[in-house]
Nanobody, 121 residues
């Protein structure tokens, strides 16, 4: 059974920083793209940032220059360093991982349970 466990959310003042972590565990053959999504109340879930297995990154325009995604393949962990936080960054943040359970199965997207990030004015 695969689990993605997030940590690092919380309450921070505008202009502050937070670092989110997400560790994948279980019987995993390989992990491909990992990412962070967020969902604010009344809004659709949106991509914040993603990183491929080789380290290529992609960011939403709204977070470019403020957020940095990174991963540690040895630990099956993805990080999101968030700086210069704004109230509009307030949301539940979810990590995702496209992974294979065995060598001959297709990749499937797994999700974490979500962690709340609240940015106060």
């Amino acid at each position: 059974q695969v689990q993605l466990v997030e940590s690092g959310g919380g309450l921070v003042q505008a202009g502050g920083s937070l670092r989110l972590s997400c560790a994948a565990s279980g019987s995993i053959f390989s992990i491909h793209t990992m990412g962070w999504y967020r969902q604010a109340p009344g809004k659709q879930r949106e991509l914040v940032a993603s990183i491929t297995g080789s380290g290529s990154t992609n960011y939403a325009n709204s977070v470019k220059g403020r957020f940095t995604i990174a991963r540690d393949n040895a630990k099956n962990t993805v990080y999101l360093q968030m700086s210069s936080l704004k109230p509009e960054d307030t949301a539940v943040y979810y990590c995702s991982a496209d992974l294979r359970l065995t060598y001959n199965t297709a990749a499937y997207t797994y999700w974490g349970q979500g962690t709340q990030v609240t940015v106060s004015t």
